[in-house]
């Protein structure tokens, strides 16, 4: 299986290309609060998965870890939702094409997603307490496309 291809442009981290993967911190995290930009295009599956298994090996999914989902389409995880734990419908909001602002907020088995500003998940969920933080590019179908990522920081509590 081919790999997606991540490069540095212009002070983004971008993914290109229909090969999935992940860019993975080295450091894991219990407690924190991460803030990123990223630009999705319309036909790119993205997310941002949060204490996730460090070893480079592990496939990464939502059963693993918490993914703060990227795919405005997706049938019951449209963007802002996390994945097997809270989603924004019937509410979906439309972020391809466009810069967006992820506040993500993971204290204790307390999960809290800002999109935009608006808080679309506030949940407690405990099954994941330690781990990464992974970008996604799950690939754009057969139409192309490219996930980017900026401002990236992430501060732990």
């Known amino acids: ?3 997606s ?13 229909q090969a999935p993967g992940y860019l993975t911190t080295i450091a894991t995290y219990q407690n924190f609060e991460l803030k990123a930009d990223f630009w ?8 941002i ?15 693993i870890c918490y993914e703060v989902n990227i795919y ?15 989603t ?14 992820y ?4 204290e204790g088995s307390r999960i809290v997603v800002k999109l ?13 307490t330690r781990g990464a933080i992974a970008l996604q590019a799950n690939g754009p179908g057969s139409a192309g496309g490219a996930i980017r990522f900026r401002n990236i920081r992430i501060r732990p509590m």
């Open 103 to 106: 506040e993500i907020m993971l």
């Open 49 to 63: 998965f949060v204490r996730c298994p460090s070893d480079p090996k592990t496939n990464l999914s939502s059963k």
């Open 116 to 128: 935009n500003g608006k808080t679309t998940v506030d949940a407690r969920n405990g099954q994941f």
């Open 88 to 101: 924004t419908l019937p509410e979906r909001i439309q972020t391809a094409g466009k810069w967006n602002s």
């Open 1 to 3: 299986m081919r790999k």
């Open 5 to 17: 291809v991540w490069s540095v442009e212009d002070g983004m981290i971008i993914s290109r290309g």
């Open 40 to 47: 999705a295009d319309d036909t790119m599956n993205s997310g």
């Open 72 to 86: 405005d389409p997706h049938q019951l995880w449209p963007t802002g939702s996390v994945n097997e734990v809270q």
